[in-house]
C-alpha cells in the first residue's frame, strides 16, 4: 500500500499500510520540487544538440588548424627548397666569380697576353696608348696585346656557350661602351663603393630564370695601364664582376622535392583528418551513449521501472504543474488516490512475478479509463494515483472512478488463472479540499482509508470530517507508542468452560489499554493500528510475558490454570523466529508447557512459502496447543483442517449471535461442528450471551463456550476470585 518514502518504489508484494505518521512523513517530502522534471526530456534534447553542435564545431576547428599546420609546414618546406636551391645557385655563381677573379688576377699579374690578331681578336684601340701593342714575331706572324678585361670576357662568352654560365665585366666609368651597367648593376656599383660586398637577384632572360649575381672588382697594379688616365687608383672600387646562373635545373631538382613533400605531407594530412574524424565519431557516440545514460537515468527518476507509468517523482511535478493551471484559469481539478483490496494475497498465494504481471495491466487498464491530458502514476507497492486537471463538474470525477471501479473488477487472466480484484479509490478536489501538492495527496488517501474502511470497492469524496478522524489515528499511534513505556496496557481473562457450562476449562488473555486520555480500550480499537504501524510485534511479545507471569502467580497462590489461551497476530506469526521466540519463553517459563494455547486465524495458512505447518509442527511437539480464532470468517477451507495440526477452532461470535434466529447460521455452527469432530478438533463457540444460544450449541455438541453468559473479561486483581468459584477444573482442552 502506500510506500516508506516519497522517493521509494517498493517491491510489489509489499501491500501492509504504514502508519499516519510515515504518511505524513512521506507526503512531507513528496512536496518537495523534484530534481528532475517532465521538463527536462526538452532539457535533455537541448543539452545533445547543443553537445552536437560544439564537437563539429571542434570538429571543424581541428581540421582548419589541422590544414593550416600542415600547409604552413608545407609552405615553409617549399620555401626552405626554393632557398636551398637558390643557395647552390649562388654558390655555382660565386665559384664562377672566384675562378674569373682568379684568372683576371693571374692575367693583370702578367701585364696581359699577346695573341694572334684575328676577326675575334683585332687590336684593341683602347691600348693603342702602349707603344708595344703590336708586335711581329721573327717568324712573321702579327700578335696584339690583350688585356685581362678583354680575355676575361671572352672566356665569360665562351664558358656561356658551353654550360649556360653568363659572365659580365662593368663599371661605372667603362672604356668599352658594351660594359657600360644596367640600372640594377649600376645601383649595385654605388653601393660596392659605399662598402656593400655582393648583390644578387633572380631575374628572367629570354624566357629563362637566372640567378644573377655580382660582386665588386678593385683596381690593382696591373687595372692601371688601361685605366690610368680615367683617374682610378689601386683600390678603388670602380667595377665589378657579374654572373648570371640559369635556374632550370635547380628549379627542375626543387620541383621534384616539392612534389614529394606534397605527396609526403598530403598523406600526413590525410591521417590527420583521418584520425579527427575517429575522434569525432568516437566523441559523437559518447554523446549519444551519455544520452541514453541520461535518457534512461532520467525515466528511472520519473517513470516505475515496473510499470512504464510515472512514478512519485514524476507525480509531484506534474501535480505541480496542473494546480498552477487550474489556480490561473480558476479551474477544478480532482486527484484520486487508488489501492487495489488484497493485493498482498494475490503476491502469497500466487507470487510476486504474477503480482508483477496484475500490476503492469491494473496500471493498462487505469490509462484506458482517463483522457490523455490526464496523469495516471504508481506511487509504490499497490498505490496508483490519477490527476484530472480542468474538470466541469464533480459528476464526471464520479464517472471516471466508477469506469475505474469496474474495469478493475474485471477478472485478469494471468498464466492461466483467473485473478479477481477490486480497488478503493479516494478522491480529493482543488481548491475545496486545499491548494498544496502535500496536502491534497494526504486528503486523497485519508479518504482512500475510508473506502476500504467501509467495505472496499468503492470510492470515498474527502471530506474535513475524515481528516480529523486520521489525525485522531495520528494521535492515537503516537499515544499506543507511549502506552508500551508507560506500561498503561493490561491484560483481562474471560473464562472458557465446557459445553454444560459447569466446569472451567480455560481462560483467553485479551489486551487492554488503560489511556489517560481515552479511559479502557479493548483491542478493536487498537490493535489494527498496531498491525498498521508494526507495533504488533512488540505488543505480542508483551502479551505472553505478561500471560505467563500472570499464570505463574496464580500457580503460587494455588489456583492452577489448565490453560491459557494468547491471540497471535498474523504479522506476528509471520516474523522470522517467531518459532523459536516462543520456544525460548517455554524454556524460560517451564509452567507454560501443556497449558499454552496459541490463537491464530487462518490467513496464517494462506502464506504457503512460510511452511506454516513445520512452524506449527514444532510448537506442537513441545506440547503448544493450537487453535484457529474466528473460523468461518476468512478463507475457511477444509483441506486446511487436514493438512495443518490444529486443536481446535473457535466459531466466531458474528455466527453465534445469530444461531437461534437465522437458519443460515444455525446450519452453518452445525456444519462446523460436525465437520471439525469428524477430523478429531474440538470446538469452542465465541460470544455466547443467552441461555439459547448456549443450549443450541450444547444441544449441537459444541465443546467448550465463552461469553458473557459465563463471565465477561475480567483484570488479573479480580479473576483469582472467579477462578477459587469454579475449581477444580478439567483437564484442559485435547
Not at 500500500?1 to 499500510?17: K, Y
Not at 512504464?308 to 494546480?323: P, Y
Request: aromatic share 8%; hydrophobic share 40%.
Amino acid at each position: 500500500m502506500a510506500s516508506e518514502g516519497p522517493l521509494e518504489i517498493r517491491d510489489a508484494a509489499t501491500s501492509s499500510r504504514p502508519s499516519l505518521t510515515r504518511l505524513t512523513r512521506s507526503i512531507h517530502l513528496s512536496s518537495l520540487k523534484p530534481v528532475t522534471t517532465a521538463g527536462a526530456v526538452d532539457t535533455l534534447h537541448q543539452k545533445t544538440r547543443h553537445d552536437e553542435r560544439r564537437l563539429h564545431i571542434q570538429l571543424l576547428v581541428a581540421v582548419f588548424v589541422w590544414t593550416l599546420l600542415v600547409a604552413s609546414i608545407l609552405l615553409w618546406s617549399q620555401r626552405s627548397v626554393d632557398s636551398e636551391m637558390l643557395g647552390l645557385a649562388r654558390q655555382e655563381a660565386i665559384a664562377n666569380f672566384n675562378k674569373d677573379q682568379a684568372f683576371r688576377v693571374w692575367a693583370t699579374t702578367h701585364g696581359g697576353v699577346y695573341v694572334p690578331i684575328s676577326e675575334r681578336t683585332p687590336p684593341s684601340p683602347y691600348l693603342s696608348h702602349i707603344p708595344e701593342r703590336d708586335l711581329v714575331t721573327p717568324s712573321g706572324r702579327r700578335l696584339t696585346l690583350m688585356n685581362p678585361a678583354y680575355m676575361l670576357r671572352q672566356m665569360m662568352d665562351d664558358y656561356n656557350e658551353l654550360y649556360g654560365v653568363k659572365g659580365r665585366i662593368t663599371s661605372l666609368k667603362p672604356l668599352n661602351p658594351r660594359n657600360a651597367p644596367d640600372d640594377w648593376e649600376r645601383e649595385a656599383l654605388v653601393a660596392f663603393t659605399k662598402g656593400e660586398k655582393e648583390r644578387f637577384e633572380v631575374t628572367e632572360t629570354g624566357g629563362q630564370a637566372f640567378l644573377r649575381l655580382i660582386r665588386p672588382m678593385p683596381t690593382q697594379e696591373g687595372c692601371l695601364k688601361c685605366h690610368l688616365h680615367q683617374g682610378h687608383k689601386v683600390g678603388d672600387i670602380r667595377g665589378g664582376v657579374g654572373v648570371s646562373v640559369p635556374l632550370a635545373g635547380y628549379l627542375a631538382v626543387g620541383a621534384k622535392r616539392k612534389q614529394s613533400l606534397w605527396a609526403g605531407l598530403s598523406m600526413v594530412w590525410a591521417v590527420g583528418i583521418g584520425g579527427i574524424w575517429l575522434v569525432g565519431k568516437r566523441g559523437r557516440q559518447r554523446i549519444l551513449e551519455r544520452k541514453g545514460y541520461e535518457g534512461r537515468i532520467w525515466r528511472q527518476a520519473n517513470f516505475d521501472a515496473l510499470t512504464g507509468l510515472s512514478n512519485r517523482n514524476l507525480f509531484m511535478d506534474r501535480l505541480d504543474r496542473a494546480l498552477a493551471y487550474a489556480h490561473r484559469q480558476e479551474h477544478r481539478l480532482a486527484l484520486l488516490f487508488i489501492d487495489l483490496d488484497r493485493f498482498k494475497d494475490v503476491n502469497d498465494t500466487l507470487g510476486h512475478t504474477v503480482g508483477d504481471r496484475l500490476l503492469q495491466e491494473a496500471g493498462q487498464r487505469l490509462k484506458a479509463c482517463v483522457r490523455e491530458m490526464d496523469t495516471v502514476s504508481r506511487l509504490g507497492g499497490d498505490e496508483f494515483t490519477v490527476i484530472l486537471p480542468d474538470i466541469a463538474e464533480e459528476i464526471s470525477t464520479t464517472l471516471v472512478a466508477t469506469n475505474i471501479l469496474a474495469i478493475l473488477s474485471q477478472p485478469f487472466e494471468l498464466d492461466g488463472q483467473e485473478v479477481h480484484l477490486s480497488a478503493s479509490i479516494g478522491i480529493t478536489i482543488f481548491p475545496q479540499d486545499g491548494e498544496d501538492p502535500g496536502m491534497l495527496l494526504q486528503n486523497a488517501d485519508t479518504a482512500m482509508y475510508r473506502a476500504k474502511a467501509e467495505g472496499r470497492n468503492i470510492y470515498r469524496y474527502f471530506t474535513w470530517e475524515m481528516n480529523r478522524a486520521a489525525e485522531g489515528r495520528l494521535f492515537l499511534e503516537s499515544a499506543l507508542r507511549r502506552a508500551l513505556k508507560r506500561e498503561e496496557l493490561e491484560l483481562h481473562y474471560q473464562p472458557i468452560l465446557n459445553a454444560s457450562g459447569d466446569s472451567l476449562v480455560g481462560a483467553e488473555a485479551l489486551i487492554r489499554w488503560e489511556s489517560p486520555e481515552r479511559g479502557l480500550m479493548g483491542p478493536d480499537e487498537f490493535i489494527p493500528l498496531a498491525e498498521e504501524c508494526g507495533l504488533i510485534l512488540p505488543l505480542g511479545e508483551w502479551v505472553l510475558q505478561r500471560a505467563a507471569a500472570d499464570l505463574a502467580k496464580w500457580d503460587r497462590a494455588g489456583l492452577a490454570l489448565s490453560s491459557l489461551s494468547v491471540n497471535v497476530s498474523t504479522l506476528q506469526f509471520r516474523m522470522k523466529g517467531f518459532t523459536n521466540v516462543i520456544l525460548e519463553l517455554l524454556q524460560s517459563q517451564i509452567h507454560l508447557r501443556s497449558r499454552l494455547f496459541l490463537e491464530i486465524t487462518e490467513s496464517v495458512f494462506m502464506d504457503e512459502r512460510g511452511e506454516p505447518d513445520k512452524c506449527l509442527d514444532r510448537l506442537r511437539e513441545q506440547s503448544i496447543r493450537i487453535a484457529i480464532d474466528d473460523f468461518g470468517t476468512g478463507y475457511s477451507s477444509l483441506s486446511y483442517l487436514k493438512r495443518f495440526p490444529v486443536d481446535s477452532i473457535k466459531i466466531d461470535r458474528s455466527f453465534v449471535r445469530d444461531v437461534t434466529d437465522d437458519p443460515e447460521n444455525a446450519a452453518l455452527c452445525e456444519a462446523i461442528i460436525a465437520m471439525a469432530h469428524h477430523l478429531g478438533i474440538k470446538v469452542v463457540a465465541e460470544g455466547v450471551e443467552t441461555v439459547q444460544q448456549w443450549q443450541f450449541l450444547h444441544d449441537g455438541g459444541c465443546d467448550f463456550v465463552q461469553g458473557y453468559l459465563f463471565g465477561r473479561p475480567m483484570p488479573f486483581d479480580a479473576f483469582p476470585a472467579f477462578l477459587k468459584q469454579h475449581l477444580p477444573m478439567e483437564a484442559p482442552v485435547a
